[in-house]
């Protein structure tokens, strides 16, 4: 069985009921999610030995944010316990032409104020496979640039390979900061996984013929970006995520994945969105499985799409779906019929 190790931020995320706005009602949803753990939390449920790493206060939130990923099967084992708080998110679902808002409430959370001296790599990455992180942690501060950094030299001294979602927000950092830092950070990657805007945002490399705004996406465009990444940092493979948003509530969900020879495009699935948050990291776990599980390209980037066609289905961050389920609808059966 492969080993997997994510590293990252957790957070609550409060939410109101069903597409409510912000205190339409007194209620809210309390739930965790961020993007490795998401990532953990689909691999995990894909049978892999799963490993998060993070760092959270030994308060009573702390441990719900630890349990959550327990009750999935997630390893927590690495999880640094200490720092005064976990980080919280706020969202705001979107509907029809009202799009989805997220506000962030993780300043000084517990891992954004981790020391590098808190995490031993060696200890983390023995046995393992693979190990992943997005554009989102580094994000967080210099220093945890610093802790992203030696987690990748220690992962690469043991032979593991290493994929990043570039993720950019513009909530957390500018695009110079992320540039410099994800300029350094992928000298390291392996395997590579952008959308539409990450590549133009961090890097500059910009599909041409494109407007994600008006729902035009342009194939040949995609393939050049692939290839611009690949050739610029050595990435072994490069995945886009390619969404086009007819509204808040629909959308068109497809990917590409470039292996250094060949483009394969997935089928384009139109989803009715329930929830879109960790529709991207549903596409990373889907992929990393494939490609461990000894998937074809074409293979690999149908199981990602697929798996992550079906998180938009479901309420959270996680995507609560197993192999079978996401290998039923990669082979053609879409039609959402009762299960009887």
């Known amino acids: 069985m492969a080993r997997i190790v994510t590293f990252g931020e957790i957070m609550l995320r409060l939410a109101p009921n069903g597409y409510y706005r ?9 739930t965790f999610g961020g993007g490795e753990a998401n990532v953990a939390v689909s691999l995990a449920n894909y049978g892999m030995d799963s490993v998060y790493v993070t760092k959270l206060p030994k308060h009573a939130i702390g441990q719900a944010a630890v349990n959550s990923l ?5 390893d927590t084992s690495k999880i640094v316990r200490g720092g005064e708080r976990v980080g919280i998110y706020y969202l705001e679902k979107g509907a029809s032409q009202r799009g989805s808002v997220c506000i962030y409430d993780r300043a000084y959370s517990a891992i954004q104020m981790a020391a590098a001296s808190d995490f031993d790599w060696d ?20 220093n945890v640039v610093e802790i992203c950094r030696e987690a990748c030299i220690a992962a690469k001294k043991k032979g593991v390979k290493i994929s990043c979602d570039l993720n950019y927000r513009g909530k ?44 035009k996406l342009n194939h040949e465009g995609y ?16 995945a886009i995520t390619l969404r086009t948003s007819i509204s808040a509530s629909d959308n068109d969900w497809a990917g590409m994945l470039y292996d250094g020879e060949n483009y394969c495009f997935s089928k384009t699935y139109h989803l009715r969105i329930v929830d879109r ?25 149908e199981f990602a799409v697929a798996a ?30 009762v299960q009887r």
């Not at 200890?123 to 210099?142: K, R, V």
């Not at 300029?183 to 805007?197: A, F, G, H, K």
């Open 22 to 30: 912000f205190f339409q009602n007194d209620q809210m949803q309390a």
């Open 123 to 142: 200890d983390i990455f023995e046995g393992a496979d693979w190990f992943h992180f997005t554009g989102i942690t580094p994000a967080l501060g210099p």
């Open 277 to 301: 948050v960790g529709g991207g990291d549903s596409f990373g776990g889907g992929l990393i499985y494939s490609l461990l599980s000894g998937k074809t390209t074409q293979e690999a980037i």
């Open 172 to 215: 957390l950092w500018t695009r110079e900061e992320a540039r410099a830092a994800m300029t350094d950070l992928c000298r390291y990657v392996d395997v590579c996984i952008s959308n539409e805007e990450d590549a133009k945002d961090v890097f500059g490399i910009e599909a041409e013929d494109t407007d994600i705004y008006g729902g």
């Open 70 to 74: 327990r009750s999935f099967g997630v």
């Open 223 to 238: 393939k050049s970006v692939a290839k611009q990444l690949a050739d610029k940092f050595g990435f072994e493979k490069v």
């Open 308 to 337: 992550s066609a079906l998180k938009h289905s479901i309420e959270g961050d996680y995507n609560r779906v197993s192999v079978a389920e996401v290998e039923k609808l990669a082979g053609g059966d879409a039609s959402g019929r």
